[in-house]
């Protein structure tokens, strides 16, 4: 009985030694890290009052317990070694050795975004520079309009079937090379089917447009292109959203600038946007709930976009009109459909709807985006639309091509 008296108080002891306030703080620091990091790789500096806090109590700790201080560095250098061996295996992974030898150009950041590289001109339509730039980790190439598509005259050669795209960074081909996106793939298939140099893809698509962006580019040039077939992307809500994008150049400083990336620093590192969107669980859960709201149309979005499509159709007379609705990438192990309301209006008005929601684009979403923490499409998924919108236009291409021949067109 005494032995076991004397063991249990020992124990006891040892327990009390255990947990000291030193080693609760010690297990505090550990957390309050871990969240700090969290906020930082899912929202920079933007709540500020958060990550001061938290940066605060860090310190506080770190000073109050000097028996740790060797671990805390440790704790702070691994977490440190482990964004950059993080951001640099992503990088090599996707974008092989320029993504680190051109290491400012490959970032994450959108053409909106003030912290993007590209060059700005008010003298091209979109406000984009002529030239070439890196987009995401895709090359791409901006004409003299600031459109990424190949330089076009207005001017139609005869015999040549011209077909105009015009939809947001899904159709653009954000993230991809040249000749990589739906457009470029499908003019290249439309080639070899009815002849080389036949067929011509124009590509007006930018980030972020919606309707409104869409009926202003075709009242700008969809007649000029003299098309034969227009190609509207519409998938989700922001196809029938107001107010018009264009792309606008950052004027501040360096201490803005600095302030910029502090407050998303994950528009410069890839591998703070992959666990912002895709390595957290319950992140990643509020950005698939937020892509999935994307498909919920509210009353003003369908009386917007019914009014933008009629006049469109005013506007193209004649033209066939195609409605493509892309198939999102985040949600392939659901089972989805093109919303009621773009079926139903596309019924009502006559247009032709492509639906790209129920082709075989297998499960796993990590091999269809360009890469993880992005939800934009890949190479691979960009084949599978150009395919089904071939498929679906190729009845109005064929009787075009008899409409040629019998000297009708």
């Known amino acids: 009985m005494n032995s076991f008296i004397f063991s249990f108080k020992e124990n006891t002891q040892y327990l009390k030694e255990v947990i000291t306030l030193k080693n609760i703080l010690f297990t505090l620091f550990l957390f309050v890290y871990y969240v700090f990091i ?21 310190i506080i700790i770190y000073l109050l317990v000097r028996k740790y201080r060797t671990q805390f560095k440790i704790i702070i250098l691994s977490g440190l ?15 092989n050795i320029p993504g680190i030898i051109r290491f400012s150009e490959y970032i994450p950041a959108g053409i909106n975004d003030p912290l993007s590289t590209f060059k700005f001109d008010a003298n091209t339509y979109t ?62 298939m439309l080639n070899e089917s009815i002849g080389p140099a036949k067929c011509e893809v124009i590509n007006l698509s930018m980030p972020a447009y919606g309707i409104d962006d869409i009926l202003s580019v075709i009242k700008r040039f969809g007649m000029m292109y003299n098309p034969d077939i227009v190609i509207i992307e519409g998938s989700g809500k922001a196809f029938g959203r107001p107010g018009l994008h264009s792309q606008q150049e950052f004027k501040g400083g360096k201490i803005e600038l600095l302030q910029m990336i502090l407050k ?66 985040r949600f392939l192990e659901k089972n989805m459909d093109v919303p009621d309301e773009i079926v139903e209006f596309c019924r009502k008005q006559g247009l032709f709807l492509i639906d790209t929601f129920h082709e075989d684009y297998g499960l796993n979403a990590k091999e269809m985006v360009i890469y993880v923490g992005d939800r934009h499409p890949n190479k691979k998924a960009h084949a599978v639309y150009a395919r089904t919108i071939l498929k679906l236009i190729k009845p109005a291409v064929d009787d075009r091509e008899s409409s040629m021949l019998k000297g009708r067109f």
Not at 38 to 58: D, H, K, P, R, W
Not at 128 to 137: A, D, E, N, V
Not at 294 to 301: A, L, P, R, V, Y
């Open 81 to 95: 070694i482990f964004f950059l061996i993080g951001e640099t295996y992503f990088r090599l992974s996707y974008f």
């Open 127 to 188: 406000g984009l520079r002529r030239g070439s730039y890196i987009y995401k980790g895709g090359n791409i190439v901006i004409n003299e309009l600031g459109f990424r598509t190949q330089s076009r005259s207005f001017k139609k050669a005869p015999g040549v079937l011209r077909i105009v795209v015009c939809g947001t960074s899904l159709s653009m081909g954000a993230g991809l090379n040249e000749g990589d996106n739906y457009a470029s793939q499908l003019e290249n």
């Open 264 to 329: 998303r620093p994950n528009a410069k590192l890839f591998f703070l946007e992959a666990i912002k969107r895709d390595f957290f669980p319950y992140l990643k859960y509020l950005w698939t709930k937020a892509d999935y709201k994307e498909f919920e149309f509210d009353k003003n979005s369908i009386n917007n976009l019914e009014s933008k499509l009629i006049e469109i159709k005013r506007i193209l007379g004649g033209v066939k009109i195609f409605i493509v609705a892309i198939r999102p990438m």
């Open 38 to 58: 969290f906020t930082l790789a899912s929202s920079g500096i933007e709540y500020g009052l958060l990550v001061g806090f938290e940066g605060t109590l860090l």
